[in-house]
């Protein structure tokens, strides 16, 4: 967590922050912010996700600093998500497909609403990534009403029997 810190300052201090770099992975930034906000729930939407990335949101879960994870992926990375879907089932609440390629963390609890807008998928590229936070309430409201459109309107739920979905 030291390099997100040279990189990144506390979300108290900087509401509004950017990022270009290639010295951080997301999930560092993530838990940067749940160190800050304290346990939140969170809404990912991704075009891939990866084994790595699921074991550290896995830990952050049953340490009690996630209350509830959600997920929405792309349909074409479906037979990646289909393949770790076990894993995905014990880390995510939800699981969504639907025609997606942004990358959108949303965090919140009672006291904080973050917006994570990202060019990193939840794998690990190495490769600088830039991304901006920011703790406006009317944006995060504005994503996670989007987000909830998309997943009652244009998802499919994984739900275990991954019809028509590979």
């Known amino acids: 967590m030291k390099k997100v810190r040279q990189l990144l300052r506390p979300l108290s201090e900087a509401p509004l922050q950017a990022y270009l770099d290639n010295r951080v992975q997301l999930f560092d930034i993530i838990e940067m912010i749940l160190s800050e906000t304290g346990p939140a729930e969170i809404y ?3 075009f891939s996700t990866s084994e790595e990335f699921l074991r550290r949101i896995y830990r952050l879960k049953r340490r009690g600093q996630l209350t509830r994870a959600t997920m929405l992926a792309d349909l074409k990375a479906s037979r990646k998500t289909v393949n770790l879907y076990t894993f995905i089932a014990n880390v995510f609440d939800e699981v969504y497909l639907s025609e997606n390629h942004s990358k959108v963390i ?5 006291r904080w609403q973050v ?3 990202t060019s990193q998928n939840q794998t690990r590229g ?17 994503l996670r009403e989007r987000y909830a459109h998309i997943i009652n309107t244009n998802a499919i739920q994984l739900d275990g029997l991954f019809n028509g979905t590979t």
């Open 106 to 110: 949303l965090i919140q609890n009672a």
């Open 115 to 117: 917006s994570i807008c």
């Open 44 to 46: 990912i939407s991704t």
């Open 126 to 142: 190495n490769r600088v990534e830039s991304g901006i936070i920011t703790t406006d309430p009317a944006v995060f409201i504005q």
